[in-house]
């Protein structure tokens, strides 16, 4: 197989290349072949990966045949270097932690390896998962495929990047703040944040209040298929999201009726300035969906209140600085300064001064906040925004290595991103759709807000504005 075409191969969906694998018109090891030799092209520059798994990979492969009854049997994925795999490093992207070996698969992992993806590398993200941009002081920064002086998003930068250039054709992300759905937008992809409980957290906890877990794709069938492969309660879980009627592919394929839609521009993060393109791109897709027989109505949720972002942090912060914490139990003795990037400092240092009272308060006010905004979209269908508030800032932007003002990144992070944390507050399910271009050619992203638990509606109304005005085709120039 030529470069070229193996280059064209990896843009293709998951289950085309699940097809040809089965059909015997293509062996995962060819599959794989071409996901490796794309790697070695591309990550000397983007550098999407942590550690690359070849042999293991290929191994694998070899043991897949056209008889092979698992749904996706062959395919490559990457997996976001915050999730177990066992007998590989896991490193949440901090020199903290060092090379820690991961004794078990994560509940994503397992259930990815069961459809018949084959892992063949881990993916970058900020140190512990903090930032909207992937720069981190243990394996640098990771490029967007689409320029490369510009960042690829976060958490889930590396994964984004990975896919946008056709490393991999899917890759495992997570979101507790918009880090599946900022790095979509900033790289051209679809990103879906699940309902909350959808997805279980096995084994290392029960239930997380802000995070949920899923893939980053090119098309909004490819995650509806996924997802129904990663939903579902593990034993011992503590709460979990209601089972679908129906699969998530199925509701994805169907055409949604009238829909009554709410369209809104207002930054939940006050005086944060918007980009007049993304303002442009909300209102050229509520002339979309117009066209497409659903109504529309110019409405502002509540969420501009001053002491969101305050709140916020107090909840985010500690769900952060656990992990902190459990790296210095496996470590064996208390964190430092120097062990880690100024922000991921003082953010840990801040939440360690937040007693039990105050953490578990904050998360009571969210509550309520989470509770206004779904029942403010309770009198619609869905509801859009702009998934982004600018453009993919560039490189060294947000800068998490600032020692004279380290959360002035955290800061900074909030007026690029302000759209997408308050769905993980209320837990509903929420998607980025990557439905336009700037003029310098950069993807321009809008976010589509569902109803709690009805992500394959959410899904249906993003595949028929994916068939309205597709993207899929669309690659960067590498």
Not at 370 to 394: M, N, S
Request: some cysteine; glycine content about 8%.
């Amino acid at each position: 197989m030529s470069t070229a075409a193996g280059a064209d191969l990896l843009f293709r969906p998951v289950h085309e290349l699940a097809a040809l694998v089965r059909s015997g018109q293509l062996s995962a090891r060819e599959l794989v072949q071409a996901s490796l030799d794309r790697i070695a092209e591309l990550n000397p520059t983007l550098n999407a990966f942590v550690d690359v798994f070849a042999d293991e990979a290929l191994a694998e492969a070899d043991g897949i045949g056209a008889d092979d009854p698992r749904p996706f049997a062959g395919v490559p994925i990457a997996i976001k270097n915050n999730r177990a795999v066992s007998g590989k490093r896991l490193t949440f992207a901090s020199e903290f932690i060092g090379d820690f070996l991961a004794p078990y698969d994560h509940n994503v992992v397992a259930r990815l390896k069961a459809a018949g993806f084959i892992i063949v590398g881990t993916t970058t993200l900020p140190e512990w998962g903090i930032l909207p941009t992937t720069e981190t002081r243990r394996f640098g920064a990771t490029r967007n495929p689409w320029d490369q002086s510009r960042t690829p998003g976060g958490s889930s930068g590396g994964s984004a990047a990975a896919v946008a250039s056709g490393m991999v054709p899917i890759a495992h992300a997570n979101d507790g703040g918009g880090s599946i759905r900022i790095p979509a937008a900033c790289c051209g992809l679809v990103g879906l944040k699940p309902q909350r409980g959808r997805v279980s957290m096995a084994p290392e906890v029960g239930h997380t209040f802000l995070v949920q877990d899923g893939v980053l794709t090119r098309s909004v069938r490819e995650t509806a298929e996924v997802l129904d492969i990663l939903a579902g309660v593990e034993l011992g879980d503590m709460t979990w999201a209601p089972p679908p009627a129906e699969p998530f592919a199925t509701s994805a394929g169907r055409t949604p009726g009238r829909l009554r839609i709410a369209m809104s521009t207002l930054s939940p993060v006050l005086d944060a300035p918007i980009d007049p393109v993304a303002i442009q791109a909300v209102q050229d897709a509520a002339a979309l969906l117009e066209s497409l027989g659903h109504e529309i109505v110019e409405a502002d949720p509540p969420w501009a209140q001053p002491e969101l972002s305050a709140v916020f942090t107090a909840s985010f912060g500690p769900a952060v600085s656990t992990q902190i914490r459990l790296a210095e139990m496996i470590i064996g003795r208390e964190a430092t300064a120097q062990d880690m990037e100024p922000l991921s400092w003082a953010l840990f240092s801040l939440c360690k001064n937040i007693n039990s009272v105050d953490a578990l308060l904050a998360e009571f006010q969210l509550h309520g906040v989470g509770r206004a905004l779904i029942q403010w979209v309770a009198q619609y269908d869905a509801l859009l925004t702009p998934a982004l508030a600018e453009a993919p800032v560039t490189l060294g932007t947000i800068d998490p290595l600032d020692e004279e003002d380290p959360m002035g990144a955290f800061t900074r992070s909030g007026a690029f991103t302000p759209y997408t944390a308050p769905c993980n507050i209320s837990g509903q399910p929420a998607i980025s759709v990557p439905l336009y271009q700037r003029d310098d050619g950069l993807p321009l992203a809008v976010q589509l807000i569902g109803q709690p638990a009805e992500e394959g509606a959410l899904l249906a109304l993003a595949a028929q504005l994916e068939e309205a005005h597709g993207w899929a085709e669309r690659r960067p120039d590498l």
